[in-house]
Nanobody, 119 residues
């Protein structure tokens, strides 16, 4: 069974730096891709950034300047580095993992980690 665990959420003042981590365990091989999504209270969850198994990355337009998604040493572990955080970055951040099982690609979500930025 695949488990996805996020960590690193915090309450932080504007202008600071924050790094979120996501670890997926139970995939039979390297994940096809891992991505971050965020959800502001009362709004729909939205895509933030993705990294695929070859190291390619994609970003939402709002994330291109201040966010970076990187692979960490352990397999299927990534981080989201957020620079110069602003109050509008306040959201619950979720990690999504897509793992291949035979010919199928299955999607798994973590429980989320809260980021709160104060002015």
């Amino acid at each position: 069974q695949v488990q996805v665990e996020e960590s690193g959420g915090a309450s932080i003042q504007a202008g600071g730096f924050l790094a979120l981590s996501c670890k997926a365990s139970g995939c039979s091989s390297a994940a096809d891709d891992m991505s971050w999504h965020r959800q502001v209270q009362g709004k729909e969850r939205e895509f933030v950034a993705l990294i695929d198994r070859s190291g390619g990355t994609e970003y939402a337009p709002f994330a291109k300047d201040r966010y970076r998604v990187v692979e960490l040493g352990p397999r299927n572990t990534i981080a989201l580095r957020m620079e110069n955080v602003q109050p509008e970055d306040t959201a619950m951040f979720y990690c999504r993992v897509r793992c291949r099982r035979g010919l199928n690609i299955n999607t798994y979500w973590g429980q989320g980690t809260q980021v709160t930025v104060s002015a």
